[in-house]
C-alpha cells in the first residue's frame, strides 16, 4: 500500500476557453487554494503558455512542468508556495 | 398542447426569450424577483457623467401580453422532476426550463470591500450606488483614484478601462488631472485581457498618464486607509477606490447540485445552451458558465439560439460577442470574437462612439424583438468570422 502524501491536485480544466479564460480560471483557483496545493491547468488557447509564466513569475508559485499533449491540451502543473 | 415554458428571470435574456415565444405552441411563464427592468450598461453614465437617462422600466410593460409574469423569488430549481419552487410558495412544473438569472455582485468574500463599496459607490450594481459613485466622484479635488476589478470574473469586461478613462476624461475637463494621480489595477497580466485589443486598449492608458498595477487580485481593503493588498502581496493606497465587486451566481439552489460551478453560475452547454446532464433545461446569458464574455449581446443571441431550439429547429450558438467599448473624449470601439474566431482589434472612431450610444436608445426596443430583423443584419455584417469586416478594422495596430 502507498503510503505516501499527496498534495491536495485541483484540476482546473479550461479546454475550449479562449483568452483570458485560461489565466482567469487559473487565478480563481489559486484563490482558493492553500501553501501546499497543486494546481494542474488544461487549456487549449496557446496565450496560457506565456500568461501563466508570467503569472507564476509573478507570485512566485513555480510551474513544476509545462507539455503540450498530443491532442492540443497544454497541461500547467503549479505548486502554490506563497499566498 | 401548448409547451409549458417556464423562463426564470427578467433581465435582457429573459424578457427578450419570453417574448419571442409564440402563444400558440407555449404557455410561457417569467418568474423574477423585480417588478422592474435595468438597463444595466447605463450605470457608467449615471457614474461618471451624471446622466440622467432613466435606466429603468417597469417589467409588465416590457412583456408580451400573452407571458405570464410571476413577481417572486427562485428558491430551489429540481431539474430531476422539473419543479420550480419560490419564496412566496407556488411550485411551477414546466416542460423546458430557461435559466435567465443573471449574475449579481457579492462583496462579501473581500475584507473590507463591503464598507468601502457602501461608502463610494460602484457601477456595476444599482442605480443609486452608481449616483453614489458620482457624488464621490464630484467631491474629489485630487489626489489618486485607483479603479479596477476586485476579481478575475467581470461582468461587461470593457466596463472597467472604460471607467478608467471617463474619471480621467472628468479630471480633465474640471482641471483636476494635474493634481491627480489615476491607478488602474487588474488581476490579469496586461489591461484588456483579451491580448489582440489590448493592443489598441493599452497606448491609450499610456497617452492619458494613467498607471497600471498588472496581476492585482485585491485580497483586502483597509476602509480607513483605503489601502488595497492583493493576493499577490502588492499594496495601492488611495485616496478614492473605484472597485469592481466579485460576481456570483443567483442564490438559487438545484437539483442536481452539481449543475453550478464554484462561483455558481450554471454549467452549460457552449453550444446547444443546454443545462449540463440535462435534456429539458437551457441557460442563457450572465447566469451560465460559457467561456465567453457576459454580456448583453451575448444574452440576446444566446435567447435567439434557445427559442429556435424549443421552436423544433435546434441550433447552436458560436460565442459570439460585440461589447460596445467608450474610449471617452467621443471615441468608441467594439470587442468582438467568436469562439471560433478570436477577438481582432478594432480600430477606435467617433462613429463607434455614435453607434454605441445608439444602441442604448434602441434598447427597450430590442427587447421586444422589433429590432431583430435590423439586429441579425447587423451581426451577420460584423461576424468576425467574415473576412470582409477583418479587412474592414483595418491593420493590426501593433505592426
Not at chain 1, 498530443?70 to 497541461?75: E, L, N, Y
Not at chain 2, 463599496?117 to 457601477?123: C, E, I, L, M, Q
Not at chain 2, 472628468?170 to 488581476?187: A, D, I, M, N, Y
Amino acid at each position: 500500500m502507498d503510503t505516501t502524501t499527496q498534495p491536495p491536485r485541483t484540476l482546473v480544466d479550461s479546454r475550449g476557453s479562449s483568452c483570458p479564460g485560461p489565466i482567469t480560471d487559473l487565478s480563481m483557483a489559486y484563490r482558493r487554494s492553500t501553501v501546499g496545493d497543486v494546481i494542474e491547468l488544461w487549456a487549449t488557447d496557446p496565450g496560457v503558455k506565456s500568461d501563466a509564466r508570467a503569472w507564476s513569475q509573478k507570485t512566485g508559485n513555480p510551474i513544476l512542468s509545462l507539455d503540450e499533449r498530443a491532442d492540443g491540451t497544454i497541461v500547467v502543473i503549479i505548486e502554490i508556495k506563497r499566498r | 398542447m401548448r409547451q409549458r415554458i417556464v423562463v426564470l428571470g427578467g433581465g435582457t435574456g429573459g424578457t427578450m426569450l419570453a417574448n419571442s415565444l409564440d402563444r400558440r405552441r407555449f404557455e410561457t411563464t417569467l418568474v423574477t424577483a423585480s417588478t422592474t427592468h435595468l438597463f444595466q450598461p447605463g450605470l457608467l453614465y449615471v457614474a461618471f457623467k451624471n446622466a440622467g437617462t432613466p435606466l429603468v422600466r417597469d417589467e409588465r410593460g416590457l412583456l408580451a401580453r400573452h407571458v405570464h409574469l410571476v413577481h417572486d423569488t427562485v428558491t430551489s430549481v429540481d431539474l430531476t422532476h422539473q419543479l420550480v419552487e419560490t419564496a412566496g410558495g407556488s411550485r411551477l412544473a414546466y416542460d423546458r426550463l430557461v435559466v435567465a438569472t443573471g449574475i449579481q455582485t457579492d462583496p462579501s468574500g473581500i475584507p473590507g470591500l463591503a464598507d468601502v463599496v457602501g461608502r463610494v459607490g460602484d457601477y456595476h450594481s444599482t442605480v443609486s450606488q452608481a449616483r453614489l459613485l458620482w457624488q464621490s466622484l464630484d467631491r474629489f479635488r485630487g489626489g489618486t483614484i485607483a479603479l479596477g476589478q476586485t476579481t478575475p470574473i467581470c461582468k461587461c469586461p470593457p466596463s472597467p478601462i472604460e471607467g478608467i478613462l471617463l474619471a480621467d476624461e472628468l479630471l480633465r475637463r474640471r482641471g483636476l488631472r494635474e493634481r491627480s494621480r489615476l491607478v488602474f489595477f487588474t488581476p490579469y497580466p496586461r489591461p484588456y485581457p483579451a491580448e489582440p485589443m489590448n493592443h489598441v486598449v493599452e497606448p491609450i492608458l499610456k497617452e492619458r498618464g494613467i498607471e497600471v498595477a498588472t496581476f492585482f487580485d485585491v485580497d483586502r481593503i483597509d476602509p480607513e486607509s483605503f489601502t488595497l493588498t492583493s493576493i499577490e502581496g502588492d499594496v495601492i493606497e488611495c485616496d478614492l477606490p473605484i472597485l469592481v465587486p466579485p460576481f456570483t451566481g443567483a442564490p438559487i439552489a438545484y437539483e442536481p447540485a452539481g449543475v453550478l460551478d464554484e462561483s455558481r453560475f450554471v454549467r452549460t452547454d457552449p453550444r446547444t445552451l443546454r443545462v449540463r446532464g440535462t435534456g429539458t433545461a437551457f441557460a442563457i446569458g450572465d447566469a451560465t458558465s460559457l467561456p465567453t464574455s457576459k454580456s448583453g449581446v451575448g444574452a440576446h443571441l444566446e435567447a435567439q439560439v434557445v427559442a429556435r431550439t424549443l421552436r423544433g429547429s435546434p441550433a447552436t450558438f458560436a460565442g459570439r460577442t460585440h461589447c460596445p467599448f467608450d474610449l471617452a473624449h467621443g471615441r468608441g470601439t467594439f470587442v468582438a470574437g467568436t469562439y471560433d474566431a478570436p477577438v481582432v482589434p478594432s480600430p477606435p472612431s467617433r462613429l463607434k462612439h455614435v453607434m454605441k450610444a445608439t444602441f442604448a436608445r434602441l434598447y427597450w426596443l430590442s427587447l421586444r424583438g422589433t429590432l431583430d430583423p435590423a439586429l441579425d443584419l447587423y451581426f451577420r455584417l460584423t461576424d468576425p468570422a467574415r473576412p470582409r469586416w477583418r479587412g474592414l478594422r483595418g491593420p493590426h495596430p501593433g505592426t
